[in-house]
């Protein structure tokens, strides 16, 4: 028990450290945007798509009214941190957008995008040294629209990797007011992704710059390379035109009244608990999957690795607790399951 109360104070601590403030989400109202831009990789070839086409697009889409923030070849801690901050910006947002461009790989059933320093050994690694998109999807669904889009470029292995693949994977259900785009699929050669790749992001700048009256559904139809890529949901036909915000405030003119954002709790922050997840060392984890067993919820091996069995018998464990179906134990979870009997 000593073990599990250091988790948890620990968890507890950094959660309320990631949490961001009420008065920060008072100005997530709007558009909101965020770039992950990674061509440098310590460990991999180069990505395709270039770290300047991110920087275009933000500022096409800082343009058309949008809060954007770009991360430059990010590493691990920096695309985690950005993806902290679009969070709390998301939540309320009107239309909240993600464009991730460079590396990605898939294992059981969800997609990652690789970090600059991202160093893959095995299919497990991808839980700590990439970023999901399913994750990034329920990010972006606490906007009243949105949609993700990954320009997905492929790295090179001097050996295949079991358990990995290079098509996209994704959970149609992971976030319902959200549509993702991959401009890979099952229909791309793996010789030619990363030219789907560059074309989807050619078609991308083209629609921002070209065309003043897209909206979302347009920008999602470019994502997937115009259905030759994976498209994942229905865009909303939101206007992605130049908003009021984005034009200068006629003298005399009645302002809208502000709204204040209701803080989000650290049961829902689902990417601290994600980081916080990996401070659980494998005794817990077979521990908790023990517990999961014996309720009935889980009837996979008690193997201490956190894969799609274990993450679904941890919502079904939520379910019946009746909170927040987030498939990440918060600390309180954490000490029921891990308590002795």
């Known amino acids: 028990m000593r073990v599990v109360r250091a988790t948890v104070v620990a968890l507890a601590l950094v959660l309320l450290l990631s949490v961001p403030a009420a008065t920060d989400r008072a100005h997530a109202d709007g558009r909101v945007a965020m770039i992950l831009a990674a061509e440098d990789y310590q460990n991999f070839k180069r990505s395709e798509i270039g770290v300047s086409k991110g920087e275009e697009v933000a500022e096409f889409l ?81 906007a009243q629209a949105g949609g993700v889009c990954f320009l997905m470029t492929t790295p090179n292995f001097p050996k295949p990797i079991d358990g990995i693949d290079v098509k996209p994977q994704f959970e149609t259900n992971a976030a319902r007011n959200v549509a993702v785009a991959f401009s890979n699929s099952a229909r791309i050669p793996i010789s030619r992704i990363d030219t789907a790749a560059g ?12 065309q003043p009256n897209i909206d979302l559904r347009q920008l ?28 200068p405030e006629e003298s005399g003119k009645e302002k809208k009244p ?22 659980l060392d494998p005794r817990q984890v077979k521990r908790i999957q023990t517990r999961l067993a014996e309720m009935g919820l889980y009837q996979g091996p008690i193997d201490a690795i956190i894969g799609v069995l274990t993450r679904n018998a941890i919502k079904e464990y939520q379910k019946r607790i009746g909170v927040a179906e987030t498939g990440f134990l918060t600390p309180e979870q954490l000490a029921a399951l891990t308590k002795a009997p």
């Open 258 to 279: 502000t709204v204040t954002a209701t803080p989000i709790g650290p049961t829902e922050n689902s990417s601290a608990l994600e980081t916080l997840e990996r401070l």
């Open 62 to 142: 800082r343009a058309r009214g949008f809060d954007t923030t770009i991360a430059a070849n990010p590493a691990n801690a920096a695309a985690r941190a950005a993806l902290r901050d679009f969070a709390a910006k998301a939540s309320n947002a009107d239309v909240a957008v993600a464009i991730l461009m460079g590396h990605g790989l898939s294992s059981v059933g969800q997609t990652f995008f690789l970090p600059s320093n991202a160093s893959i050994d095995r299919s497990t690694d991808l839980l700590s040294r990439g970023l999901s998109i399913t994750n990034i999807a329920q990010i972006v669904g606490r």
């Open 199 to 210: 074309l989807a992001a050619n078609e991308v700048l083209s629609l921002l710059q070209k």
């Open 220 to 247: 999602i139809n470019a994502c997937g390379s115009q259905q030759q890529g994976s498209i994942y949901g229905v865009a909303a036909a939101v206007s992605l035109a130049v908003s009021a915000k984005a034009q």
